[in-house]
Antibody
Framework: EVQLVESGGGLVQPGGSLRLSCAASGFTFSTYWMTWVRQAPGKGLEWVASIKEDGSKKFYVDSVKGRFTISRDNAKNSLYLQMNSLRADDTALYYC??????????WGQGTQVTVSS | DVVMTQSPLSLPVTLGQPASISCRSSQSLVHSDGSTYLSWFQQRPGQSPRRLVYKVSNRDSGVPVRFSGSGSGTDFTLKISRVEAEDVGVYYCLQGTHWPKTFGQGTKVEIK
């Protein structure tokens, strides 16, 4: 069974940093693109970033470019999102997802990030 | 960026009746590899999203047959043949052909 467990969220001041993690199990992690998607309170889904199976390609939504970095450790079956220079509009529930055929099939339960002073 | 426009944004339906959600993209979703990467997701209240359909019309494992996807190019549809109570939630389309990937605004399905 595919399992994705996000962690690392919390309350942070504007301008601060957080590192999200996603622990994967139940599938061959190293053969999947992986994705972060976020959902602001009461809002829709927003694709944030994706990373290729071997980490050689990374893509970001414009609003996080230069501030967020997606990475992975295939030996640890883990996905990460380093978030710097956080802003209030980054407040959201962050999901990790395993991609196949253009979109996330498996999803975690999400980790809450709140940016507030 | 590709803009995904869903309609309607709110869809009250009667149990047992059909429902249809439209998703239109601002440019063609046909990839250079020939595939069209258009997916549909369901998000029930308080739950994580769940993918229902990938590449326009392929149902994911475990998805009831009452859900079907269709369309081509820039115009896509998700149909529920007979709505059940468990289908209440918000439905999103996602284009995975062009970077950045983009979701539609979501369509809230509720029971009349």
């Amino acid at each position: 069974e595919v399992q994705l467990v996000e962690s690392g969220g919390g309350l942070v001041q504007p301008g601060g940093s957080l590192r999200l993690s996603c622990a994967a199990s139940g599938f061959t992690f190293s053969t999947y693109w992986m994705t972060w998607v976020r959902q602001a309170p009461g809002k829709g889904l927003e694709w944030v970033a994706s990373i290729k199976e071997d980490g050689s390609k990374k893509f970001y939504v414009d609003s996080v470019k230069g501030r967020f970095t997606i990475s992975r450790d295939n030996a640890k079956n883990s996905l990460y999102l380093q978030m710097n220079s956080l802003r209030a509009d980054d407040t959201a529930l962050y999901y990790c997802g395993s991609d196949i055929f253009g979109g996330p099939l498996g999803w975690g339960q999400g980790t809450q990030v709140t940016v507030s002073s | 960026d590709v803009v995904m426009t869903q309609s309607p944004l709110s869809l009250p339906v009667t149990l047992g009746q059909p429902a249809s959600i439209s998703c239109r993209s601002s440019q063609s979703l046909v990839h250079s590899d020939g595939s069209t990467y258009l997916s549909w997701f369901q998000q029930r209240p308080g739950q994580s999203p769940r993918r229902l359909v990938y590449k326009v019309s392929n149902r994911d494992s475990g998805v009831p047959v009452r859900f079907s996807g269709s369309g081509s190019g820039t115009d896509f549809t998700l149909k529920i043949s007979r709505v059940e109570a468990e289908d209440v939630g918000v439905y999103y389309c996602l284009q995975g052909t062009h970077w950045p990937k983009t979701f539609g605004q979501g369509t809230k399905v509720e029971i009349k």
